[in-house]
C-alpha cells in the first residue's frame, strides 16, 4: 500500500481520536443550550477552571496565595500535602457544583427573559470574569496534570500496525481512554435525558420555561442539576486536556473550537455533538495533511470555522439540530 | 432647573430632528469640541496621549463601527480584529507603495477596502442568524489572521513578518512614524473621529438606520413591510467595516507603529470592542464613547492603583482587570443592558425634571 | 379611482371599481399539511373583503400569500390585471400592498414616530453618500416623509405617543400604531390581520370607524380577517368564507349568513 495512504489512515485515526476530544468540550455546551437556551461560552474556561482546581487540590496549593502574600507579606505557597486523584476530583466537582449554584443564583435568575444574545454575552462576562479568577487563585503559569491515566504511544497497535503495514502507527493512549470515557459519557447522557424523571424535567425546561413551571417543574433546581452536570463534563474535558498539553490558559480556547462543532452537530442534540467533533476533528487532521502544505500550513487555525459556515450556508440548523421555522 | 426645555418649543420638523435638541445638550456638545480641539493640544504630553488619548479616540471609532452591525442593525460579529487587521495592511500596502499620496486618503482608502472584505464575510448573515452568524465572523477571524500572517505579499516579504509603519505627512507635520509628535497624531485621530462619528450619526437617523434597527428588532415583518434584507445587512457590513478598517489602519499606523497581526488583533481584540459596546450601550452612538473611554481607562487606573501605589505584581492586576471587566459585563447586562448610554438618558432625564421628582 | 372605473356604488356612497387582485386556484402545502386546496376569489379596488373562518382554516396563511411571504406551489395571483411572478416579500410591498399583522410586528426598539416613518421605507430612495452627508437631498427627503407620517398619526390620533417606545405602549395603542406603519406606506391594498383581536367594544368601535375612514377618504381596499361577526357584516362589502384550507362561501354579507355549509362549519345558527 502507498506510503501517503498509510500516513493518511494514521491521520484520519488521531483525527477521530482528536474529534472526541472536541466532541468532550461541545457536549458541555449541548447540555446547558438544551435546557436554558443559553450558549454558555465560559465552557472553556470551567474546562480550565476546574482543571486548575483540581491540580491545586493535589499539590496542596493555597488558594489566592498570590494575592495572599502581595497584600500581607507573607510568603505562603503550599500546605504540604498531596491529594490522591480521586479524592481532588471529588473535591474539584463539589467546587463544581458550588460554581453552577452560584452562577444560577448571582447571574442567570436575573436574565431569565432575555433575547439569547445577551445570554450569551453574560456567558462570555462570565468567561472572563472566571479566567481572572482562576489565575488568582491558582495562579497563571502552567501546570501538569497527572491523574493516573496512561498516556505516551500504545505499544499494541503499533505493533500490530507495523506488522500489517511495516509502519506502526502512533496512536497516544490517552486519546483511546478519552474516547471510551467519551462514549460512556455519551451513553450515559443520553439515557439520563431520555429515561428519567429529571432528564425529561429538563427537556421540558428546553422546550418551554413557562409550560415546565406550570407542571410543577422547579426551574432553578434543574438549572443547578444542568450547570453542575456541564460543569462534570468540562472537569473530564479538562482532564483530558490538561494531561495532554499542560493546565494553561490556552485551554479555554477549546471552547472556541466547540462552536464549528456545534454549528454542524446542532446545538440541541447530544449524539450530534460528538458526530460534528469527529467530522471537524478528521476534516481538519486530514485538510491540514493533505492540502496544508500546498498553501503553508497551520490551516487548523481556521479551517473547522470555514468547515462551519460552508456547512451552515446549506443547512442552518446543522446535520440534528431542530429546523427553525419562523411564523408571523 | 438648568436642564430645561420648557418653552424651548420646536417650531419646524427640521428642529425637531436634530441630534441635540435641547439647547443645554447642544452647547455641551460644542464646548467639548471647543476642548477637544483648541485645549488640549497645547496641554498634552507623551504619556497621556499614548496611554489615554490615542486609544481612546481609535477605539471609539472601531467601537461605532461595531455598534452600528451589532447594535443598530442586530448582527453580532466577532470578527473585529480580523477587519482591523485588514484596515492595518491595506494602509501598509497603500503607504508603501504610493509614498506620495497623503495619508489621509489612505486611511480612507483602507477603510473602503476593508469595506468591501467586510461586504463578503457579511453574505452569511443572509442565511444564517443569532450564534451561527457568530460563528461565520470568527471563521473571517481566523482566516484573516492566518492570511497576513502567510501571504508574504501582505507584509512585503520581510524576514520577521512585522510591519512598520514609514513616516508620512499630514499638511506637512508628521503624524506616522518616529517623529511625530504627539499632538499631532492626536489631532489626526481626533479630526477622523469628528467626522467619522458626525457622518454615523447621519446614517443612523435616517431611513438607512431605520432600516439597519427594523432588521435587528423584527427581520421578518422589516421585510414584509418592504426592507430588501440583503441591501440592508450588507449595507451594515460595509459601513460597519468601513469605521473598523479606518481604525486598525490608525491603530497601525498612528499608534503602534509597528504591528505583529497574531498579537494586536487577534480574537482578544474582538472581545475587547465588543465589550466596549455593551458596557456603552448597544445601539448608541454616544454608548461607543463610553465604553470605549470605560475600558481604555480601567487598565491604566488599575495599574496605577495596584501597581504603582501598592506595589503589587503586574500579574496580579492583569487577573484583577479581567474579573472587574467580566463581573462589571455581567452586571451591565443584569441590572441595565442598554450600558453606560441609557445610564446617561436617566440621569438626564432626571435632571430635566430637578429638583422635582417626577 | 376614476369615474370611469367606477363598477357600483355601496349604500353609504363609497365607490367600488374592478378587480384589484385575483387569486386563481391557490393551493399552498407544507410538507404533508395542506394548508390551502384550490382557492379562487378576487378583491375589488375600492372595496372591503373579508375573510373569515374558524381557526386553522388557512385565512392567515392566504393572507401570506397575498403578501408574497408565501408562495403558493399551484395557482396564480393576479394584481392589476398581470400575473404576479414568486418576488420576494419586500418586493410586493413595494407594489402598494401593506399589511398588519395578528400578533403585533412593531419594531419594539424604536419610538411610533419611527416606526410609522418604517412604513416610507419603500418611498425614500436617497442613497448611503447622501445620508452620511444629511445635509441637502436626505435630509429634505427625511423632512418630507416625516409630513406625511405625520398626517398619518393625526389622523389616528396617536400624537401625544409619537416620541414614546413603543415597547412601553398598551396592547390597543400598539395595534394602533401598527396600522399607522402600513398607512404610511399610501398602500393600494391593505391587509389587516384580526385588527379587533383582544379589544373592549370601544376600542372596536374605534377601529372601525378607522377602518372605513380609510377606505372612505384614501381610497385604499381593504382586506381583512376577522372573527367578530358583528364587526365583518357591518364594515364589509364581501365575505370569503374558508374552512378547511377549503372556500366554502363567497359573496355578501348576507348571502354568506344564509348560506348552509357556512351556517354549519361556522356561524351557527341562533336558538332564541
Known amino acids: ?328 | 432647573m438648568l436642564y430645561r426645555e420648557a418653552g424651548d418649543f420646536k417650531t419646524t420638523y427640521k428642529e425637531d430632528n436634530q441630534t441635540f435638541p435641547i439647547k443645554f445638550d447642544r452647547y455641551r456638545y460644542y464646548f467639548v469640541l471647543i476642548v477637544a480641539f483648541l485645549i488640549i493640544p497645547f496641554w498634552i504630553n507623551d504619556y497621556w496621549v499614548n496611554a489615554i488619548f490615542l486609544p481612546f479616540l481609535i477605539y471609539s471609532i472601531a467601537a461605532i463601527g461595531l455598534n452600528i452591525l451589532v447594535g443598530y442593525c442586530g448582527q453580532v460579529s466577532l470578527g473585529t480584529g480580523g477587519f482591523m487587521a485588514v484596515g492595518a495592511y491595506a494602509v501598509y500596502k497603500l503607504m508603501t507603495a504610493f509614498p506620495d499620496v497623503s495619508i489621509m486618503i489612505h486611511v480612507v482608502l483602507a477603510g473602503a477596502i476593508t469595506a468591501c472584505v467586510g461586504v463578503l464575510f457579511g453574505l452569511p448573515s443572509l442565511r444564517i442568524k443569532g450564534f451561527y452568524l457568530a460563528v461565520a465572523t470568527l471563521a473571517a477571524q481566523f482566516f484573516l489572521v492566518w492570511i497576513f500572517n502567510r501571504v508574504p505579499w501582505f507584509y512585503n516579504y520581510s524576514a520577521s513578518g512585522q510591519i512598520n509603519a514609514p513616516e508620512r505627512t499630514f499638511f506637512g507635520v508628521p503624524v506616522t512614524g518616529a517623529n511625530a509628535d504627539s499632538w499631532a497624531t492626536y489631532l489626526f485621530c481626533l479630526i477622523i473621529l469628528t467626522v467619522c462619528g458626525i457622518v454615523a450619526r447621519n446614517l443612523t437617523r435616517g431611513s438607512i438606520g431605520r432600516k439597519w434597527m427594523a432588521i435587528r428588532d423584527m427581520d421578518i415583518a422589516a421585510e414584509i413591510i418592504g426592507v430588501n434584507p440583503l441591501s440592508a445587512k450588507l449595507s451594515a457590513f460595509a459601513v460597519s467595516s468601513f469605521f473598523i478598517g479606518i481604525s486598525g489602519a490608525l491603530f497601525f499606523g498612528v499608534y503602534l507603529g509597528a504591528v505583529e497581526v497574531g498579537e494586536a488583533f487577534g480574537i482578544n481584540k474582538s472581545f475587547l470592542v465588543l465589550f466596549m459596546i455593551i458596557i456603552g450601550g448597544l445601539g448608541s452612538i454616544f454608548g461607543s464613547f463610553a465604553g470605549a473611554a470605560f475600558l481604555v481607562l480601567l487598565p491604566v487606573l488599575l495599574k496605577n492603583l495596584f501597581v504603582a501605589g501598592l506595589g503589587w505584581q503586574p500579574d496580579l492586576a492583569t487577573h484583577l482587570e479581567f474579573m472587574i471587566v467580566g463581573g462589571l459585563i455581567i452586571l451591565f447586562l443584569v441590572v441595565e443592558p442598554h450600558g453606560i448610554a441609557q445610564l446617561w438618558r436617566l440621569a438626564k432625564e432626571k435632571l430635566r425634571l430637578w429638583p422635582f421628582p417626577y | 379611482m376614476l369615474d370611469s372605473q367606477v363598477t357600483q356604488t355601496t349604500a353609504d356612497g363609497r365607490k367600488i371599481g374592478g378587480v384589484m387582485m385575483e387569486m386563481a386556484n391557490i393551493t399552498l402545502r407544507f410538507g404533508g399539511v395542506v394548508a390551502i386546496k384550490d382557492i379562487s376569489f378576487d378583491i375589488l379596488e375600492g372595496e372591503i373583503r373579508a375573510i373569515i373562518g374558524p381557526n386553522g382554516a388557512g385565512k392567515s396563511s392566504m393572507l401570506n400569500v397575498i403578501s408574497g411571504f408565501y408562495h403558493p406551489q399551484d395557482g396564480e395571483v393576479w394584481f392589476h390585471g398581470k400575473k404576479r411572478p414568486a418576488v420576494k416579500p419586500y418586493e410586493v410591498a413595494r407594489q402598494g400592498i401593506a399589511r398588519t399583522f395578528q400578533n403585533i410586528a412593531l419594531f419594539e426598539g424604536m419610538t411610533v414616530l419611527d416606526n410609522v416613518m418604517t412604513g416610507r421605507l419603500t418611498q425614500m430612495k436617497s442613497g448611503v453618500f447622501q445620508q452620511a452627508l444629511w445635509w441637502g437631498a436626505a435630509e429634505r427627503e427625511e423632512l418630507e416623509n416625516r409630513e406625511i407620517c405625520e398626517k398619518v398619526i393625526d389622523f389616528l390620533e396617536i400624537q401625544s405617543i409619537r416620541k414614546t417606545p413603543v415597547a412601553r405602549l398598551p396592547y390597543g395603542l400598539k395595534k394602533r400604531v401598527e396600522l399607522a406603519r402600513a398607512l404610511a406606506s399610501e398602500p393600494k391594498l391593505l391587509l389587516l390581520d384580526e385588527p379587533m383581536a383582544g379589544m373592549n367594544v370601544e376600542e372596536k368601535e374605534d377601529m372601525s370607524r378607522f377602518i372605513l375612514d380609510v377606505n372612505d377618504e384614501f381610497g385604499t381596499t381593504i382586506a381583512l380577517i376577522e372573527h367578530d361577526m358583528g364587526v365583518v357584516m357591518d364594515l364589509s362589502d364581501r365575505v370569503v368564507v374558508m374552512d378547511y384550507g377549503r372556500k366554502i362561501g363567497d359573496g355578501t354579507p348576507d348571502e354568506v349568513r344564509n348560506n348552509q355549509d357556512v351556517i354549519d362549519a361556522y356561524l351557527g345558527v341562533s336558538h332564541d
Do not use: C
Not at chain 1, 143 to 156: A, F, R
Not at chain 1, 165 to 172: K, S
Not at chain 1, 226 to 254: D, R
Open chain 1, 1 to 328: 500500500m502507498p506510503e501517503q495512504v498509510i500516513f493518511g489512515m494514521e491521520v484520519f485515526l488521531n483525527g477521530l481520536m482528536a474529534g472526541v476530544l472536541y466532541a468532550l468540550v461541545a457536549l458541555g455546551f449541548v447540555l446547558i443550550y438544551k435546557a436554558s437556551g443559553i450558549f454558555n461560552y465560559a465552557q472553556g474556561v470551567m474546562a480550565l477552571f476546574s482543571a486548575m482546581t483540581l491540580v491545586g487540590m493535589m499539590n496542596g496549593q493555597v488558594p489566592f496565595s498570590h494575592l495572599i502574600n502581595a497584600v500581607f507579606g507573607t510568603d505562603i505557597h503550599h500546605f504540604g500535602w498531596h491529594l490522591p486523584a480521586l479524592i481532588g476530583i471529588l473535591l474539584t466537582m463539589a467546587i463544581m457544583v458550588l460554581l453552577a449554584w452560584l452562577v444560577q443564583k448571582i447571574i442567570f435568575k436575573h436574565l431569565v427573559n432575555q433575547e439569547p444574545i445577551i445570554l450569551f454575552m453574560a456567558t462570555i462576562g462570565l468567561a472572563y470574569f472566571m479566567e481572572g479568577f482562576g489565575d488568582l487563585m491558582w495562579g497563571g503559569e502552567i501546570k501538569k496534570l497527572d491523574v493516573g491515566i496512561p498516556q505516551g504511544i500504545n505499544l499494541w497497535i503499533d505493533e500490530a500496525t507495523y506488522n500489517i503495514f511495516d509502519y506502526g502507527f502512533f496512536i497516544d493512549n490517552l486519546d483511546i481512554f478519552a474516547t471510551i470515557v467519551a462514549a460512556i459519557l455519551v451513553l450515559a447522557l443520553v439515557a439520563f435525558s431520555q429515561y428519567t424523571k429529571q432528564g425529561r424535567a429538563m427537556r421540558a425546561v428546553a422546550d418551554d420555561h413557562q409550560a415546565a413551571l406550570s407542571v410543577g417543574v422547579s426551574l432553578n433546581f434543574i438549572w443547578v442539576m444542568v450547570w453542575s452536570l456541564a460543569g462534570f463534563v468540562a472537569l473530564v474535558a479538562g482532564i483530558m486536556w490538561g494531561t495532554k498539553s499542560g493546565v494553561q490558559f490556552s485551554l479555554s480556547l477549546i471552547a472556541l473550537k466547540a462552536l464549528p462543532v456545534l454549528m454542524l452537530g446542532g446545538f440541541t442534540s447530544i449524539p450530534g455533538a460528538i458526530v460534528g467533533g469527529l467530522i471537524i476533528g478528521v476534516g481538519e487532521k486530514m485538510f491540514e495533511f493533505l492540502v496544508g502544505p500546498l498553501i503553508g500550513g497551520a490551516t487548523e487555525n481556521w479551517f473547522a470555522y470555514v468547515l462551519a459556515l460552508l456547512f451552515l450556508v446549506f443547512r442552518p440548523q446543522g446535520l440534528f439540530g431542530e429546523k427553525i421555522i419562523e411564523r408571523v
